[in-house]
């Protein structure tokens, strides 16, 4: 049974070639989503260094000037008299605009540019207990720092170092004082919308002002490295077109090795069913030229003539008879003999090789190339040339048929039809098709090659496959007789039905090598 299936996924789209499109556009996408990743990756160690380094620089800066304000008490405490701080405190501030007041703390009195800070005097007893600086702090911003010589000093921590000062590559930073962060950097307003965060968490160096600084950026798809995504795409693309092209040359390169393969083989036959008939047609005759000629040798009764006519005939006699041996064997030489080698063959690669070679010029005339395996597991027994022969001539026949017949503007119309082409014309809406399937049928394997063109005449099927018949203008009607004759060989046969409403199926039956897995 033949059917048509239109929605096999199998099938050729007319005029593309979908497998060898879709491997290029998904190799593509696969590099160029690697190489973007790695240019990504590298972009993003690159932006996190800088912004590593950013923080280290402001950690040093800041660090330098708390270092200071140590370096400020141990001068004032080695002092054996140290000047008033209300007159002190005006020449050191010009130098240190962090410095917003200076304190002293003699014999339980408050000496200061300021009034005495609350928790003041407990900060002295824990420095000298400590036996450094602590810190007393006061809001988010400013904090004291206590001597164990009771010198103190009032800094703001806003004025330590001027946001213009600090790297161009940092966005936030806060230094964490009180019980509120102090915002030193604000940058990059929050929330900044989709991103990759970067952070990063620093003390600072001054031992009696370890205050955490915090580094934050976020990374916004405007930094992202778009550039450089593109010209990797451009490559990437140029690069895949480049194989895409090396391979689709060689597939060519090869797809015309096995056409003219298959052409020179085809031709070979060809000849070898022309002598083959020549010789059929032409060895009555010489039997008979041969019967008469000796017959005319026994009528000869004049005796004058009969040496010189008896020579004539024995030499017609004897050319004849040479004839006869020369096409004798001739016919002998062409004539088809069992395949050399029967093996038992897989149903998909032969039709996977049918379409390797045929999708280009099937596609160019918008047919339609769909198979079916309905038993995966079967195999048949045959030779596998002759085999791709049958096959291969009868997709062309239907090729030719569909071709014929298509549909206007589904293809470009040639001369040439399905043998004895005489049925009705397919719709205008049925796309050209051509359906091989492949089944088990008890102990034998069935292919089918169907076709939706115009069927075979009636009175032409009966002679289908007669050796030299033929309707086309230039055949020469040896295809599907050689096809039977390749079928019989492999102990096969080969037949031919039309189908309903239109349409022409050909089954091609031969032994089954083992049962199906």
């Given at each position: 049974?033949?059917?048509?299936?239109?929605?096999?996924?199998?099938?050729?789209?007319?005029?593309?070639n979908p497998p060898l499109r879709h491997r290029a556009l998904f190799y593509w996408l696969v590099l160029f989503l690697l190489g973007a990743l790695w240019l990504g990756r590298q972009d993003y160690v690159g932006q996190y260094d800088r912004f590593f380094q950013d923080t280290s620089i402001a950690q040093r800066m800041?660090?330098?000037?708390?270092?200071?304000?140590?370096?400020?008490?141990?001068?004032?405490?080695?002092?054996?008299?140290?000047?008033?701080?209300?007159?002190?405190?005006?020449?050191?501030?010009?130098?240190?605009?962090?410095?917003?007041?200076?304190?002293?703390?003699?014999?339980?009195?408050?000496?200061?540019?300021?009034?005495?800070?609350?928790?003041?005097?407990?900060?002295?007893?824990?420095?000298?207990?400590?036996?450094?600086?602590?810190?007393?702090?006061?809001?988010?911003?400013?904090?004291?720092?206590?001597?164990?010589?009771?010198?103190?000093?009032?800094?703001?921590?806003?004025?330590?170092?001027?946001?213009?000062?600090?790297?161009?590559?940092?966005?936030?930073?806060?230094l964490a004082i009180g019980q509120a962060p102090l915002t030193l950097l604000a940058r990059q307003p929050d929330p900044v919308g989709p991103g990759w965060p970067l952070a990063l968490a620093k003390p600072l160096g001054a031992a009696s002002q370890p205050f955490m600084l915090h580094s934050a950026r976020t990374l916004?798809?405007?930094?992202?490295?778009?550039?450089?995504?593109?010209?990797?795409?451009?490559?990437?693309?140029?690069?895949?077109?480049?194989?895409?092209?090396?391979?689709?040359?060689?597939?060519?390169?090869?797809?015309?090795?096995?056409?003219?393969?298959?052409?020179?083989?085809?031709?070979?036959?060809?000849?070898?069913?022309?002598?083959?008939?020549?010789?059929?047609?032409?060895?009555?005759?010489?039997?008979?030229?041969?019967?008469?000629?000796?017959?005319?040798?026994?009528?000869?009764?004049?005796?004058?003539?009969?040496?010189?006519?008896?020579?004539?005939?024995?030499?017609?006699?004897?050319?004849?008879?040479?004839?006869?041996?020369?096409?004798?064997?001739?016919?002998?030489?062409?004539?088809?003999?069992?395949?050399?080698?029967?093996?038992?063959?897989?149903?998909?690669?032969?039709?996977?090789?049918?379409?390797?070679?045929?999708?280009?010029?099937?596609?160019?005339?918008?047919?339609?190339?769909?198979?079916?395996?309905?038993?995966?597991?079967?195999?048949?027994?045959?030779?596998?040339?002759?085999?791709?022969?049958?096959?291969?001539?009868?997709?062309?026949?239907?090729?030719?048929?569909?071709?014929?017949?298509?549909?206007?503007?589904?293809?470009?119309?040639?001369?040439?039809?399905?043998?004895?082409?005489?049925?009705?014309?397919?719709?205008?809406?049925?796309?050209?098709?051509?359906?091989?399937?492949?089944?088990?049928?008890?102990?034998?394997?069935?292919?089918?090659?169907?076709?939706?063109?115009?069927?075979?005449?009636?009175?032409?099927?009966?002679?289908?496959?007669?050796?030299?018949?033929?309707t086309r203008a230039q055949g020469m009607g040896l295809g599907l007789a050689l096809c039977e004759t390749l079928a019989g060989a492999m102990d096969g046969r080969l037949a031919a039905h039309n189908l309903q409403p239109s349409g022409a199926c050909f089954t091609l039956t031969l032994p089954l090598a083992k049962a199906?897995?």
């Amino acid at each position: 049974m033949c059917i048509r299936d239109r929605d096999d996924p199998q099938g050729i789209i007319p005029g593309v070639n979908p497998p060898l499109r879709h491997r290029a556009l998904f190799y593509w996408l696969v590099l160029f989503l690697l190489g973007a990743l790695w240019l990504g990756r590298q972009d993003y160690v690159g932006q996190y260094d800088r912004f590593f380094q950013d923080t280290s620089i402001a950690q040093r800066m800041l660090s330098q000037k708390t270092g200071q304000h140590e370096a400020v008490l141990a001068t004032l405490s080695a002092l054996s008299h140290p000047p008033a701080p209300e007159r002190l405190f005006p020449s050191l501030q010009p130098a240190m605009p962090q410095l917003q007041g200076l304190g002293y703390l003699p014999d339980g009195a408050w000496a200061g540019s300021t009034d005495e800070p609350p928790g003041l005097r407990a900060a002295v007893e824990q420095a000298r207990t400590l036996g450094r600086p602590v810190v007393l702090p006061l809001d988010t911003a400013r904090y004291w720092l206590v001597a164990p010589s009771s010198w103190s000093l009032l800094v703001d921590a806003r004025h330590l170092v001027a946001p213009a000062d600090l790297p161009a590559g940092l966005a936030n930073l806060t230094l964490a004082i009180g019980q509120a962060p102090l915002t030193l950097l604000a940058r990059q307003p929050d929330p900044v919308g989709p991103g990759w965060p970067l952070a990063l968490a620093k003390p600072l160096g001054a031992a009696s002002q370890p205050f955490m600084l915090h580094s934050a950026r976020t990374l916004t798809p405007a930094s992202w490295p778009w550039l450089p995504w593109l010209l990797w795409g451009l490559t990437s693309a140029l690069l895949v077109a480049g194989v895409t092209a090396m391979r689709r040359s060689r597939a060519e390169a090869r797809r015309q090795q096995e056409q003219a393969r298959l052409a020179a083989m085809a031709r070979l036959s060809t000849l070898g069913e022309m002598a083959a008939g020549i010789a059929h047609e032409l060895n009555q005759p010489l039997t008979a030229i041969l019967a008469q000629t000796r017959a005319a040798q026994r009528l000869l009764d004049d005796e004058d003539e009969r040496p010189s006519v008896r020579r004539a005939l024995l030499a017609s006699a004897e050319q004849a008879k040479r004839a006869a041996d020369i096409i004798s064997r001739m016919r002998a030489l062409v004539q088809p003999t069992a395949p050399s080698r029967r093996e038992a063959l897989d149903p998909d690669a032969l039709v996977a090789s049918l379409r390797f070679l045929r999708e280009p010029e099937l596609a160019r005339h918008g047919i339609r190339l769909t198979w079916r395996n309905a038993s995966p597991g079967a195999r048949p027994l045959g030779d596998r040339v002759a085999l791709e022969q049958i096959l291969h001539n009868l997709v062309q026949n239907a090729a030719d048929a569909l071709v014929h017949t298509a549909p206007e503007g589904t293809g470009t119309a040639m001369a040439t039809a399905h043998p004895a082409s005489r049925g009705p014309r397919p719709t205008a809406d049925a796309a050209p098709d051509i359906t091989l399937e492949g089944r088990l049928e008890g102990d034998a394997y069935v292919f089918t090659v169907s076709d939706n063109g115009p069927g075979i005449a009636p009175d032409a099927l009966a002679r289908l496959f007669t050796p030299f018949y033929t309707t086309r203008a230039q055949g020469m009607g040896l295809g599907l007789a050689l096809c039977e004759t390749l079928a019989g060989a492999m102990d096969g046969r080969l037949a031919a039905h039309n189908l309903q409403p239109s349409g022409a199926c050909f089954t091609l039956t031969l032994p089954l090598a083992k049962a199906p897995v």
